[in-house]
């Protein structure tokens, strides 16, 4: 899931913790989206199996654009309106109480929806953060824990978007705990999607990519709307 009857097409574990590491600027929330949608719709990614499960994707940083963004996919994938993709077009606290995660998961749990929750997607851990130091060890280690909590009682694997440092090579900027606590890290850089780490798993082969412009129709100004989809 993409599943897991060869080690060597797998990414995610269900009930597990992955990250998608990225520069700003590189496409981020389109590859994350593009990957949630596959599962979504029970489609193969790249030659990858996929175990269709529904999404919950939390757009903390551009709910709006997200939007658009998941009519682009749908539009691409066929049009159809009942594959369970939710958004969540709006910023969560996942570091100063349980507050909001009890609200996520509420959510989560209140959607009619028949699959049962295969992935849920954090965008960004900055947002999320929530005034947190992505570099203390307690902070990071606050924000881990609502994490767990959060994948503990929906039993579905948690991606997070996270930007990469100055250096790239170094990976995920902040604490190193993050890195720790994560089955599986996937770097975007320079059109290519790079597994960095795969506990338990053999480590995939890295997957190029290009955005393709979608036209989506015209707004109140009648000016097009248009965003990307990835294409491998």
Known sequence: FPHQREALQTW??????GVIVLPTGTGKTFVAMDIAYHIAAGIAYDGRPTE????????AEAGRSAE?????????FGGDPTI??????CAVDLYNSLSHTKEL???IEATNSALPTALIVIDTLARALAGGNENAFEDMSAFIKKIDYL???TKAHVMIVHHSGKDTAKGARGH????????TELEVADGVITARKQRDMEMSKPIGFRLDTVELGFDAYNEKITSC???K
């Open 84 to 89: 369970p993709f939710f958004l969540v077009p």
């Open 105 to 107: 998961i509420e959510l």
């Open 12 to 17: 995610w574990n269900q009930s597990g913790r």
């Open 176 to 183: 190193s705990s993050l890195r720790a606590a994560t089955d």
């Open 151 to 153: 994948q503990r009682k």
């Open 68 to 76: 658009t963004r998941v009519l682009a996919l749908r539009q691409r």
């Open 229 to 231: 989809v990835v294409v």
């Open 52 to 59: 269709q499960g529904s999404i919950f994707y939390v757009a």
